[in-house]
Structures are given as C-alpha cells and as structure tokens.
C-alpha cells in the first residue's frame, strides 16, 4: 500500500498540471470562462422553479433554494462521471508516449468538476442571502455529504474509463442513463409526492441518500443520521474499490485499444 501512496505523491504535481489543463481547456475561447460555472446553475434554477412551481404546483419552501441545490450534487455526479469516462481514450497519444499512472489522468476530471462545483455551491450561498435563508453552522458539515459523493464518482469514473475504452458505445449511452437518473434523483421534486412503488426505486439511487443529506444540512439544519452515513458510506467506498479493483486489472490492456 505504502508503494502506491508513494506513487502517487511522487506524480501529484503532474496531477495539478492535469487539472489545470482540464479546466483550461474546458473555458477555452469562452467569455465569461469559469463565471459561466456561476451562472448556469442560476438560470437552469429559473427555468425549472417557474416551469415546476407553477405548472405542478409543488407544495415545497424556498422551491428556488431546493432545486438548486440539487443541481449542485446531481450536475457534480453528471460531469465529473462523464468527463473520467473518456480521460483515458482522450489521453491515448500521451499514454502511448511515457508511462504515466493511468489513473491520474480519471482523477484530474473528478478534481476539475470539485473546483466547477464550488463555483456552484457559491452560487447558492449567494440566492440563500439574497433570499434571507438563514446561515446556520451545519453548512460546515457539508464536506461529509460532499466527500462521500466525490468518493462515489470516482469510484464510477474508474469503472466507466476501463469499460469506454473497449467500448466506445458507452459513451452515447451514458448520455441516456444519466438522462433516466435525473428522473430517480429528487432534484427537482419532493420524494414525498410518489407513490410507494416509485419511491422505492428513488431511494435505491445511491444519490438519493447524499442528496437528501445535503439539503438537510444546507437548507433545514438538520445533521444527518448515523444510519444515513453509515449507508452512504458503504455504498461510496464499495463502488470506489470495486472501480479501482476493475481499472487496475484491466489498465495494462488499455494500450491495445486505444
């Protein structure tokens, strides 16, 4: 274990020139660069209060302030997963040329969509001030919720990098399946409005669980039960083993077919 620690800290500044060169290359030729962070959580919470507000009549508080901080942990799951999906098929000239420990290349999205993400959570605290919400001490404690979810897209990353790189079709279809998750991740409505059998499913959504956690912590106070990390926790931990097991067995074929 120590050797791969080692390893790491040893390529952690090529990590930094990674993330760097995401984030550049992300904001390129655009003008308002990393604001455009800030404001595309802002307006996607109009469009969605004024159509869901008044069309269905959600009976939520602070309707705003529920919607966006959905999108906080539900576009943060979306981009960092679907960015490490193709790290390693992007990086082919360059893994081709010197070895380079393939996994740094999956991790610097992850770590491009954390600084996206802050950009957002800033978002949030702003609309929270300018709406009077109160700014309690549990808005500290949202690194566990945030650090369990940065652990499961990683975790998700490896897996989807190691699968897209021999099957390209992945990528189109991921497209799809996050299409269909949106719609079982409370972001944009109450669980409370479901039926039974409905709610069921939404609650196997691992992001469910994290989602729930954030917004208990941002919006109403309310500290998470042990039960509920303990769960979000297992899940997390097992999905970033159980992607890191796949990717580093599968890591030396890589060469073959990208």
């Given at each position: 274990m120590s050797v791969y620690v080692q390893n790491f800290l040893k390529f952690r500044p090529l990590l930094k020139e990674l993330v760097t060169r995401d984030i550049k290359t992300k904001y390129r030729r655009s003008i308002l660069g990393v604001l455009w962070t800030l404001l595309n959580p802002l307006l996607m919470m109009l469009v969605l209060s004024v159509v869901f507000s008044h069309i269905f009549k959600f009976q939520v508080e602070n309707y705003p302030l529920y919607i966006l901080s959905g999108q906080v942990v539900?576009?943060?799951?979306?981009?960092?997963?679907?960015?490490?999906?193709?790290?390693?098929?992007?990086?082919?000239?360059?893994?081709?040329?010197?070895?380079?420990p393939k996994y740094l290349f999956t991790l610097s999205r992850v770590a491009s969509s954390i600084v996206n993400v802050m950009?957002?959570?800033?978002?949030?605290?702003?609309?929270?001030?300018?709406?009077?919400?109160?700014?309690?001490?549990?808005?500290?404690?949202?690194?566990?919720?945030?650090?369990?979810?940065?652990?499961?897209?990683?975790?998700?990353?490896?897996?989807?990098?190691?699968?897209?790189?021999?099957?390209?079709?992945?990528?189109?279809?991921?497209?799809?399946?996050?299409?269909?998750?949106?719609?079982?991740?409370?972001v944009i409505y109450p669980i409370s409005i479901l039926s039974p059998k409905i709610r069921f499913f939404v609650e196997l959504n691992p992001l469910t669980g994290i989602l729930n956690m954030f917004r208990n912590l941002m919006l109403y106070n309310t500290l998470p039960t042990l039960g509920q990390l303990l769960i979000s926790s297992v899940i997390a931990v097992g999905t970033f083993l159980f992607g890191l097991f796949v990717f580093y067995k599968s890591q030396d074929k890589f060469i073959l077919n990208i």
């Amino acid at each position: 274990m120590s050797v791969y620690v080692q390893n790491f800290l040893k390529f952690r500044p090529l990590l930094k020139e990674l993330v760097t060169r995401d984030i550049k290359t992300k904001y390129r030729r655009s003008i308002l660069g990393v604001l455009w962070t800030l404001l595309n959580p802002l307006l996607m919470m109009l469009v969605l209060s004024v159509v869901f507000s008044h069309i269905f009549k959600f009976q939520v508080e602070n309707y705003p302030l529920y919607i966006l901080s959905g999108q906080v942990v539900f576009n943060f799951f979306s981009e960092s997963t679907s960015s490490a999906m193709s790290s390693i098929i992007q990086n082919a000239p360059l893994i081709k040329k010197v070895y380079i420990p393939k996994y740094l290349f999956t991790l610097s999205r992850v770590a491009s969509s954390i600084v996206n993400v802050m950009a957002s959570f800033c978002a949030l605290i702003v609309v929270m001030i300018f709406s009077d919400v109160e700014l309690n001490f549990t808005v500290l404690l949202l690194i566990v919720p945030m650090a369990i979810l940065i652990v499961l897209s990683t975790g998700v990353g490896l897996l989807l990098a190691t699968i897209a790189v021999k099957f390209r079709d992945i990528i189109h279809l991921y497209g799809v399946l996050i299409t269909a998750l949106t719609y079982l991740t409370p972001v944009i409505y109450p669980i409370s409005i479901l039926s039974p059998k409905i709610r069921f499913f939404v609650e196997l959504n691992p992001l469910t669980g994290i989602l729930n956690m954030f917004r208990n912590l941002m919006l109403y106070n309310t500290l998470p039960t042990l039960g509920q990390l303990l769960i979000s926790s297992v899940i997390a931990v097992g999905t970033f083993l159980f992607g890191l097991f796949v990717f580093y067995k599968s890591q030396d074929k890589f060469i073959l077919n990208i």
